[in-house]
C-alpha cells in the first residue's frame, strides 16, 4: 500500500499536479487513500529521500523547490549514470524491450509537435524502458530518482524534447547491434540537448 501511494503521490509532483512549495496534508491524502496516517507518513518520507518532499518538523510536509542552483550537480551524476545504464543496456536489453521502443517510436510519430505533455510522456516512457533494459535495479533506482527532478524543470518549462523523433530509431539501432559506444554517445547527447535548453531559459 505504503508503495502505490508513493508511487502515485511522485507522479504528481513530477507531472506538477502538486507545484513547488504546495503543502501535502497526511490527514486528507489518507482520506483520499482511505488509509491511516502511518503508510501516508511512510510515502512522504520515501519522497524526501527522493527530494520531492521537503518534510519540516512541527509545520508539515511541502512539495520541494525546483532547486536549479543544485543543477549543475544533477547533470554531472545522471551523465555518469546514463554512461552506466547506456551499456548495460546494450548488453541485457531482450527483444521485447526492443520491440517496447519500436512500438514507442509509432506512438511518437503520431503525436502532434504541439502535444507537449505525450511528448514528454514518451519521453519519460523511453528512459524507462531504457533503465529496465540494463536489468540493474540498484542503478535504476538512482537513476530514476535523478530523471525525476529532471522531468519536473522540463515539465516547468513545457520542454519540448523534439529530439525523440531522430534520436530514438538511432538508439533502436545501437541496441540491436550491441555497439556500446554509439549508445553511450546518443544518451549523453540526448540529455546535453535538454541541459542547453534549460541553460538558455534561465
Known sequence: MRN??????????VNLYYKPGDPLN????????????????????CLSEESLVTIIPNTGTRVADINIHDFQKLIELRLILERGVARLAVQNTTEAQIQDLELLYDRIKRVKDD???ELIACDM??????????????LTKYLSI???????IQTLLSHKPERMRTDLPK??????????????????DHVKHFVEKVRNSF
Request: proline content about 1%; charged content about 30%; aromatic content about 6%.
Open 115 to 117: 502535444d507537449i505533455s
Open 4 to 13: 502505490n501511494i508513493c508511487n502515485i503521490l511522485r507522479e504528481r509532483i
Open 171 to 188: 538508439v533502436i539501432q545501437a541496441l540491436k547491434e550491441k555497439n556500446g559506444d554509439e549508445m553511450e554517445q546518443l544518451m549523453v
Open 26 to 45: 497526511e490527514k486528507k491524502l489518507a482520506q483520499e487513500f482511505g488509509v491511516s496516517r502511518t503508510p501516508i507518513r511512510e510515502a512522504l518520507i
Open 146 to 152: 535523478i530523471q525525476n527532478q529532471f522531468f519536473r
Open 125 to 138: 516512457r523511453f528512459h524507462q524502458i531504457i533503465e529496465q533494459a540494463s536489468h540493474n535495479q540498484l
